[in-house]
C-alpha cells in the first residue's frame, strides 16, 4: 500500500510538471494578433486593410496593390512602432502636383484611395477634440527667460482650436499672436502665460501638421491645407489644424 502511494505521489508529481513545461512552451509561442480594421505606416505611407479571414491586405502609398495575404501576426502590425490602428475619427492627407501646383485632398480614413494620389499622412482634426486635456502638451523650459520653475511653453509654434489664432515663437522665448486672419494681436507674450500653457484647446503646432484655411470665391467657401510649416496666405482665414494620429 506505501509502495502503491508513493508511485501515485510520483505520478502527480510528473503530471504537474509536464502541464507546468506545456504552459510555458504555450505562454513562449504564442504570438499577439493584429485585429484591427485596417492600419497605416507612417514611415511608409502603406495601408493594411482586414480581410474577412484576418489576414490583411497591404496597398502603397499610391493605392496600389501590393499583397493579399499579410498575416495577423507580422511583426510589422503588432509592434506599433510605425504603423498605428485607423479609427473612425482619422482622415487622411492625398496630394498630388498638377501642372506645377502642388494640391492637397483630405477624406476620412474608411473611404477607398483617391486615383493619381499620394497619401502623405493620417491625421486628426483638431476641433473634434475640442474638449481633450491632452491638445496641449507644454513643458518647462531648460533655458531661456521662462526658466523660472514655472509651466511654459517651449514650442516654435501654438495653434488654438477654438479661435484658430496662431502663436508664434520669438528669438526672446516670447511669442507672438496671429489671428484666425493672420492679422498680428499681439507681440511679446510670455511663454507663462496661462493660454499657452493651460489652455484647453491650445496644441503644439509642428511641422508634420497641416492648417486648414477657407476663403470665399464667386460667394461660395473654398478651402485648402497647407502645411503648419508655411507662413498664413494672404486672404484665406485659418479654421483647423490637422495634427499626426499616432
Not at 501642372?99 to 474608411?110: C, E, F, I, N
Not at 511663454?191 to 484655411?213: H, I, S
Request: charged content about 20%; aromatic content about 8%.
Amino acid at each position: 500500500m506505501a509502495k502503491f502511494v508513493k508511485e501515485l505521489i510520483v505520478l502527480f508529481a510528473a503530471i504537474s510538471i509536464i502541464a507546468q513545461a506545456s504552459a510555458l512552451w504555450a505562454g513562449q509561442t504564442e504570438r499577439p494578433l493584429a485585429t484591427a480594421s485596417g492600419y497605416f505606416d507612417i514611415k511608409t505611407g502603406h495601408k493594411y486593410i482586414q480581410n474577412s479571414n484576418g489576414s490583411y491586405t497591404e496597398f502603397s502609398r499610391t493605392g496600389k496593390l501590393l499583397r493579399q495575404d499579410v498575416p495577423n501576426t507580422m511583426p510589422l502590425l503588432v509592434s506599433k512602432k510605425f504603423v498605428h490602428p485607423i479609427e473612425v475619427s482619422h482622415l487622411m492627407v492625398y496630394k498630388k502636383r498638377v501642372s506645377g501646383t502642388v494640391q492637397h485632398l483630405v477624406l476620412p480614413a474608411s473611404q477607398p484611395h483617391p486615383e493619381n494620389w499620394r497619401c502623405r499622412a493620417m491625421v486628426i482634426s483638431g476641433k473634434q477634440h475640442l474638449k481633450s486635456n491632452s491638445i496641449g502638451k507644454q513643458g518647462p523650459v531648460q533655458n531661456g527667460p521662462c526658466n523660472d520653475g514655472n509651466s511654459a511653453a517651449t514650442k516654435a509654434a501654438y495653434f488654438d482650436v477654438a479661435t484658430g489664432h496662431r502663436y508664434q515663437q520669438n528669438s526672446d522665448g516670447t511669442y507672438n499672436e496671429f489671428s484666425r486672419k493672420g492679422a498680428l494681436l499681439k507681440s511679446g507674450i510670455p511663454c507663462t502665460a496661462t493660454v499657452l500653457t493651460k489652455g484647453p484647446y491650445v496644441r503644439e503646432l509642428n511641422d508634420t501638421d497641416y492648417v486648414v484655411y477657407e476663403k470665399y470665391q464667386a460667394g461660395k467657401p473654398v478651402r485648402k491645407i497647407v502645411s503648419a510649416a508655411r507662413n498664413h496666405p494672404d486672404g484665406w482665414i485659418s479654421r483647423d489644424v490637422l495634427a499626426a494620429a499616432h
